[in-house]
């Protein structure tokens, strides 16, 4: 790996904190998304809007920018994770002091900072498979300082059984590279406008996830309603065709009734426009 001057590597820290935050930002404001906040309203939530949301993003830029300069060109290990979990942790308190206590980028925080790190790690240049991998390593090491109580996704992942975002990282994220990206990808190459391909990215997402968000405002019927629904849009052609953006209304008006956000989706998706993104515009 070619070595970077300190002023280099520095760009390259900025470059990965700016890239995080702006994907951030992309996805809270890509319209329509079933049930979730983004440019039309609030969705299913009382508690979030779409400034709320940017407010947020913009707030965690600084928690990017350190993660990425503590990770530059450093081995895995439990030191290095223990300062990515203590970082995590900073960050959620700025955003949460950003939104007057509102949890709004929890879950994001975990995975994007993840990649971020990971990305930094390899010297700002890492294919998608070598960032999923190295942020995958990094999951599975032990944090001593993490925090003993549960999250309420980590509540919902216990209760029903099923893997939350802890075990999507610790794998690899799955449902990022084998179904999202491919997705993206493949909507992008026939000939979808990018809004569509990205709702057609995270219909991919919903189609399989375990989002427990969903869990834990709607149980198991409203995981199932998620996951029939966003195949029924993909089945019907995408977003880009009138069937399947009638399936995306359905799924939308299914999912407010029920009062479920696919806010796991949401974050994944996030990391999803990152990988894309700092992947493809990697300085070589």
């Known amino acids: 790996m070619k070595q970077l001057s300190p002023t280099r590597a520095e760009a390259q820290a900025i470059r990965l904190a700016e890239a995080a935050t702006q994907c951030l930002i992309d996805e809270a404001r890509l319209s329509p998304k079933p049930g979730l906040v983004d440019s039309r309203g609030s969705g299913a ?25 503590q990770s530059w060109q450093r081995p895995a290990d439990i030191a290095l994770r223990e300062i990515i979990g203590r970082l995590g942790r900073e960050g959620e308190q700025d955003m949460m002091q950003a ?3 509102v949890n709004t980028h929890r879950g994001a925080i975990w995975a994007l900072g993840l990649l971020v790190s990971a990305v930094a790690m ?43 975002a802890r075990e ?31 709702l057609d990215a995270l219909m991919a997402i ?18 199932e309603a998620m996951q029939q629904g966003a ?38 998706l996030a990391a999803t426009l990152f990988v894309d993104r700092v992947c493809r515009l990697a300085p070589r």
């Open 168 to 198: 999507e990282a610790q794998q690899g994220f799955p449902h990022l590279m084998t179904l999202a990206l491919p997705q993206l990808n493949r909507s992008r190459r026939q000939g979808a406008a990018e809004c569509d391909a990205r």
């Open 231 to 268: 195949r029924a849009v993909l089945l019907a052609g995408g977003c880009a065709h009138a069937q399947g953006r009638r399936a995306l209304d359905r799924l939308d008006q299914q999912l407010l009734r029920l009062n479920a956000s696919p806010g796991g989706a949401a974050d994944l």
């Open 45 to 69: 939530h009382q508690d979030l809007n779409l400034a709320l949301m940017e407010r947020s993003a913009h707030s965690l830029t600084p928690t990017f920018l350190r993660l990425a300069q």
């Open 99 to 101: 939104t007057d206590g």
């Open 206 to 223: 919903m189609t399989s996830l375990s989002d427990t968000c969903v869990l834990s405002r709607a149980g198991m019927a409203g995981l």
């Open 122 to 164: 390899q010297g700002g240049d890492a294919c998608p498979h070598q960032a999923a991998q190295t942020a995958a390593t990094l999951a599975r090491l032990p944090d001593r300082a993490a925090p003993t109580i549960f999250s309420n996704g980590r509540k919902a992942s216990r209760r029903w059984r099923v893997p939350g």
